[in-house]
């Protein structure tokens, strides 16, 4: 018969180690790394994104690296206001950016029509 110790987590087990105690501590590490990429996503995408789902978040990363690449032929771009560029990710959230390429963030249409209508005045403006 093994012989079953008790381990100083105080969970009981074999072997030299709790099992129970590494498991949960390589869930914590992956859950933190997890955490960790989606920060690093978010940085590149932009301000207001922490509120959105990975799944969103995921599909603008990826917007993101093919018009890095030229790759658009999946994407439904559009230019708006003369200057930005639009990639619609759902029926709800688009990824905006502007002339240089930067990414102006992912957007709810209130926030889409807040940035159209101040570049609408602003060409106003100038005109
Ligand atoms: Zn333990």
Redesign the pocket.
């Known amino acids: 018969m093994p012989h079953r110790r008790t381990?100083p987590?105080?969970?009981r087990?074999l072997g030299q180690y709790?099992?129970?105690?590494r498991d949960?501590e390589l869930k914590r590490k992956q859950s933190e790394e997890k955490k960790l990429a989606r920060k690093e996503r978010a940085d590149q995408i932009g301000s207001h994104v922490k509120k959105l789902s990975s799944h969103i978040l995921d599909k603008a990363a990826t917007a993101l690296s093919q018009l890095n690449e030229n790759n658009v032929k999946d994407l439904t771009v559009k230019t708006v206001a003369q200057e930005y560029t639009s990639v619609a990710l759902n029926r709800n959230y688009r990824l905006v950016l502007d002339s240089r390429g930067e990414s102006k963030g992912v957007m709810n249409h209130r926030r889409y029509d807040k940035l159209l209508r101040k570049a609408r005045r602003k060409k106003e403006k100038a005109a």
């Open positions: 381990f987590c105080g969970h087990g709790c099992h129970l105690c949960i």
